[in-house]
């Protein structure tokens, strides 16, 4: 009898917090009550375009500090410059995230220069765009470490400071790439669904600990950076080209409410619900009637291909 009534109140708990969670994602942007960030320190890797260039000018906006990391050393200046200009406070590395010793030394000067970090939002990442058996070895070796190892080495850099203040936020810029498969991208798939299942597995640890620090993993499909050029989605109604100002309007207000997962568009919400139900010659079929399967077939990417 005990345990009955406990399962039934751990299921009436599950539903409340469903019905919350569906309110909230049904707010428009801009309604729900926001933290304060002002004076907080936010780390940015992949700073020196794209999302990340973005997201570290909203960011400095709303007050906080900024720490830019990336391996394009003038990109980064120019984002350094723009938030100088306005500003804000800012300081900027040049990183190989693909080097765990270099994350863990120039972590170790951020601590010594800047301090601790508040916010965390490993952005950083690339792509190559071949089909498997076309990819050279040393560029899928080099995705995973990009996009899945460095997250393990930025995280419990950070991580520690944050456990002891009892404070802080972890984000995990993935991708829709890591909810399924597409092909011409096993090895990002591959990498993003790394990224998905570290957020996961993080948050999971983190829940154990019962510590009040926070994360959000982001998947959305195609933005218009210029590091998915040549993508084609077939109905961009439904699976459109995304603008990264859209993006990052929406990851600021995940990220500003502690929303802990977001998908981008919203479409991509009934993909996830039919892909966890449906055969998988079903949803091959739908991958290909969407255009899905043959998204990457005239992808051009861009020379720096660091999102």
Same mark, same amino acid.
């Given at each position: ?27 428009? !942007?801009?309604? *729900?009550?926001? /933290?304060? %960030?002002?004076?907080?320190?936010? #780390?940015?890797?992949? &700073? @020196?375009?794209?999302? $990340? ?52 030394? !120039?972590?170790? *000067?951020?601590? /010594?220069? %800047?301090?601790?970090?508040?916010? #965390?939002?490993?952005? &950083? @990442?690339?792509?190559? $765009? ?178």
């Amino acid at each position: 009898m005990e345990e009955f009534l406990e399962s039934l109140f751990v299921t009436l708990k599950a539903i409340l917090l469903l019905i919350i969670s569906t309110i909230r994602s049904l707010f428009p !942007t801009g309604w *729900l009550p926001r /933290k304060d %960030v002002r004076g907080q320190t936010v #780390l940015v890797t992949g &700073a @020196g375009s794209g999302l $990340g260039r973005l997201m570290s000018y909203e960011f400095g906006k709303l007050g906080a500090r900024l720490v830019l990391w990336d391996i394009n050393e003038e990109g980064n200046k120019t984002t350094l410059a723009e938030l100088e200009s306005r500003g804000v406070e800012a300081k900027a590395y040049t990183v190989d995230l693909s080097d765990y010793k270099e994350i863990n030394r !120039t972590a170790d *000067l951020v601590k /010594k220069e %800047v301090g601790k970090v508040d916010i #965390l939002i490993n952005n &950083a @990442g690339i792509v190559t $765009g071949k089909k498997l058996l076309q990819c050279p070895d040393e560029l899928m070796i080099k995705t995973m470490a990009v996009n899945t190892n460095a997250l393990f080495f930025t995280t419990k850099n950070f991580l520690p400071a944050m456990l002891e203040q009892n404070k802080g936020h972890i984000v995990t810029i993935a991708s829709m790439a890591g909810k399924c498969g597409v092909a011409g991208l096993v090895d990002y798939c591959a990498s993003k669904h790394g990224a998905v299942g570290f957020n996961d597995s993080l948050a999971s640890e983190l829940y154990s600990l019962k510590k009040d620090v926070k994360t959000t993993v982001v998947c959305p499909i195609y933005i218009n950076t210029g590091m998915f050029d040549g993508a084609q989605t077939r109905w961009p109604t439904l699976l459109p080209i995304m603008e990264p100002e859209f993006v990052v309007d929406c990851i600021i207000e995940a990220v500003l409410t502690d929303r802990a997962f977001l998908a981008l568009p919203k479409f991509s919400y009934i993909f996830m619900a039919l892909a966890g139900l449906l055969p998988t010659e079903v949803i091959s079929l739908y991958g290909d009637h969407f255009g899905i399967t043959h998204s990457m077939d005239h992808f051009k990417g861009r020379q720096s291909r660091r999102a």
